[in-house]
């Protein structure tokens, strides 16, 4: 048994919600689009899982947040697909693919054969077992990755009120998910093996701000060390974690959020991969003419930052498949992928946002003990990345433009002194020509780094301004997500 489509996406998460709803705006027949995801539920906005799901008020609940509410435009609910024409098979796990007949075989016997397909599965959670530690299948030990898991862990949320939370990362999903407990009215404490929270993003005295925020609201971080083992009673649960420095800590729930890896091994040995992920060009194709990869699992070339990078963040997402789905409809008109590197997060009060590569040498600005500072990146004399906590709408559009024109940068200290005010100077003046240098505030030098033409300039503006507005206008009008 089998069926025959045009086009075929594989992932029913962000990417592949985002790639349908650009298939259907580029004039799609109906019958030619196929989807088929592990989830038993339409794509959906996965940053809701870690934020507005766990709110003990309120909470935020399927539908609304399908695809695609997250970036303003129409929530694509199961009915939507269907009235486009889509099958959207949805339960089903790929078992097998073969590239060069250009068919997947899936778990239920049927095989789908395609013209195109978008590779859009993601990313799993790393288990405890990949490191050693058994967990046993305890039922208060709980990952956050998709609709399952964040249910189960609402569940032992809502048995474990005012008990124990030890979270285990103090990346993203530790983070976020560590806010949402202690609004739960649990006592929560963060272990991680590094010196400080978000250490692949944040500079120590932008780390040292937030922890000292998650100590006020009651939050304890154990750092430097890492689990080891657990205490179990005799229903299974865990009721200790034992770390490796010695210290144990009583559990009523254990969040992990160690990281992820990319979902590639249906097509290992059969797509060129890098970084851990498959290998793409910049219209997001593979090795194979007929495939095409984005989200997390895509290494793509990030043209601002002249690397191959695969980047672990909705944003990165959601532009991705869109120009997948562009170079596929319209190879003719569809150039590069020029991606700029963003991304944000909203916990309690704070909102923040990052803008390009944190490589080099860090400025910070501001004043850290109120609700407003950043930092600069320099490297090698231009200004590469930005941070901002707090901004305001034209705030962040600055720092996006700023990271993305790239001006270089003479005098750190005089940087450092104009603080925000640089970036939003650099947003103010014409784009000059090339080598023209720009006095900014109290006299530091601005030369852009290369030619930057009329209509780099103008699709610069656009495209930064559009990511800082909408994430503006996200964090403040859509704080659940």
């Known amino acids: 048994m089998g069926r025959a489509f045009v086009y075929v996406i594989i992932g029913g998460g962000v990417a592949g919600g985002y790639a349908a709803h650009e298939f259907v705006k580029r004039g799609v027949s109906q019958g030619e689009l196929c989807i088929i995801s592990e989830e038993t539920v339409a794509p959906y906005e996965r940053p809701a899982l870690s934020k507005g799901y766990l709110l003990p008020e309120d909470p935020a609940r399927l539908p609304s947040f399908h695809c695609c509410v997250g970036s303003n435009e129409e929530r694509l609910a199961p009915k939507w697909y269907k009235e486009n024409g889509i099958e959207l098979i949805l339960g089903t796990r790929v078992k097998s693919a073969d590239v060069r007949r250009k068919t997947l075989l899936t778990a239920t016997g049927e095989t789908i054969s395609y013209k195109y397909l978008i590779i859009a599965t993601g990313a799993r959670a790393l288990k405890l077992e990949e490191f050693g530690v058994n967990a046993l299948d305890a039922t208060n030990v709980c990952y956050l990755r998709d609709l399952a898991d964040a249910d189960r862990l609402v569940d032992v949320i809502q048995s ?3 008990g124990n939370a030890v979270v285990i990362g103090g990346g993203y999903i530790g983070m976020e998910c560590a806010a949402s407990l202690v609004i739960n009215k649990l006592n929560v404490t963060m272990v991680f093996p590094e010196a400080q929270c978000m250490a692949r993003l944040f500079t120590p005295k932008i780390a040292n701000y937030y922890e000292e925020f998650y ?7 154990i750092k430097g060390t890492v689990l080891t083992s657990f205490d179990f009673n005799s229903d299974g649960k865990v009721t200790a974690v034992n770390l490796r420095d ?13 990281g992820i890896r990319p979902n590639t091994s249906l097509f290992e040995g059969q797509l060129t991969m890098e970084k851990g992920g498959i290998k793409v060009n910049g219209k997001m194709q593979s090795s194979n003419a007929s495939v095409y990869a984005v989200g997390d699992v895509a290494a793509f070339p990030v043209r601002i930052v002249s690397d191959t990078r695969r980047l672990e963040h909705v944003d990165s997402a959601r532009k991705s498949a869109r120009h997948a789905v562009s170079a596929i409809v319209d190879p003719t008109n569809t150039g590069e992928f020029d991606y700029l590197p963003f991304f944000y997060s909203r916990v309690f009060t704070l909102s923040w946002q990052f803008y390009g590569d944190n490589s080099g ?17 320099v490297n090698n004399g231009v200004l590469v990345g930005s941070f901002l906590e707090g901004g305001t709408k034209e705030q962040y559009e600055a720092m996006a433009l700023v990271s993305r024109v790239k001006p270089r940068v003479e005098d750190l200290g005089e940087l450092e002194r104009l603080g925000l005010e640089f ?16 006095v900014v505030g109290g006299g530091v030098g601005v030369v ?16 930064a301004a559009s990511i800082a507005a909408f994430a ?10």
């Open 160 to 162: 474990s009120s005012g």
């Open 215 to 221: 100590q006020s609201k009651g939050i304890k971080f």
């Open 246 to 258: 010695g210290t144990k800590l009583p559990a009523d729930l254990v969040v992990i959020g160690i």
């Open 361 to 377: 040498e860090a400025v910070h600005f501001g004043e850290f003990d109120k609700t407003t500072f950043g930092a600069y990146w």
């Open 423 to 438: 970036a939003l100077s650099v947003k103010e003046k014409p784009s000059p020509a090339a080598g023209e240098i720009i």
């Open 448 to 463: 852009v780094e290369k030619p930057l033409y009329g209509w780099h300039a103008a699709a610069g503006v656009i495209v």
């Open 472 to 481: 503006y206008w996200y964090g403040r009008r859509r704080r659940r997500w």
